[in-house]
């Protein structure tokens, strides 16, 4: 089936680079992927032109684009949208291409520490995360850290991007090290269990740096038990050891669960 395409009046006047910002405020860093399975659904695009050879070599990959037409949307650029689909939902996989981008590593330099090409890289950073160039835009950065989840928060891929964007590569690192140690039981005798340890403790703190009523419940229970109205003891623990346990079982869940399949959602930039 091929996709018949509607020309606007106005697409002379529309460039590639003005889409592509239009997108990135509307949709965020998926807007390319977004913008194709729009066309692909309908069938048809304004501003083809303008578009660009990614948004069509994605709705090629679903739809095939009239043969004559190949050449002028398609252009010389062959995209690997088999493996970008596939980046985007091993779990593991992904997390560890976008944090490392989100700490300002190339293209080529995500690529060698994983040992993918690097068209791939950056096939799937034009298609689903097209960040590298808006770096500087802190807020819309972490809107997008904390926006972009298929079912609920994902408090691993948050904590993850946060402390890889703001600490850089060194700190990215250092999580992924010990990323796949991350719902185990550690044992804190030894360095790496003790590093494992924090960082864990990190993402279990992490739904509450943005629920005040859990802020507040919080404070609440550090004054019961300061020194002055102190807990028995026995129940300290008790508790303690419980919700430990518990977010320990949701972190598991969490770093092992497949994403399901992308879709639309609704996002604006700071």
Not at 7 to 33: C, N
Request: net charge neutral; aromatic share 6%.
């Amino acid at each position: 089936m091929s996709t018949q395409i509607d020309f606007d009046a106005m697409s002379a006047e529309v460039t590639e680079e003005s889409i592509r910002y239009r997108g990135l405020q509307r949709s965020g860093a998926d807007w390319r992927w977004q913008r194709a399975m729009r066309i692909v659904g309908a069938g048809r695009a304004y501003h083809s032109h303008a578009l660009g050879p990614v948004v069509w070599n994605v709705v090629h990959h679903f739809r095939p684009v009239l043969q004559s037409r190949q050449p002028e949307l398609l252009g010389d650029r062959t995209v690997d949208v088999v493996g970008a689909k596939r980046i985007r939902h091993e779990r593991l996989t992904r997390l560890k291409l976008e944090s490392r981008i989100l700490s300002g590593l190339s293209i080529s330099e995500v690529a060698a520490k994983m040992e993918l090409e690097e068209s791939l890289v950056r096939d799937y950073c034009d298609i689903f995360f097209d960040v590298r160039t808006c770096l500087a835009a802190t807020n819309w950065i972490m809107q997008q850290i904390t926006t972009d989840e298929m079912e609920g928060p994902d408090y691993l891929r948050r904590t993850l991007y946060r402390h890889a964007f703001q600490g850089g590569p060194d700190v990215c690192e250092h999580w992924l090290d010990h990323l796949d140690q991350l719902g185990q039981q550690q044992d804190l005798s030894t360095a790496a269990g003790r590093a494992a340890e924090r960082l864990e403790l990190c993402v279990l703190l992490e739904p509450m740096r943005s629920d005040p009523e859990s802020m507040r419940a919080l404070g609440h229970l550090h004054d019961q038990s300061s020194k002055s109205r102190r807990l028995p003891q026995t129940v300290g623990k008790t508790i303690a050891s419980s919700v430990h346990q518990k977010l320990r079982l949701a972190l598991a869940d969490q770093v092992s669960s497949k994403e399901p399949a992308s879709k639309e959602r609704s996002r604006s930039a700071a």
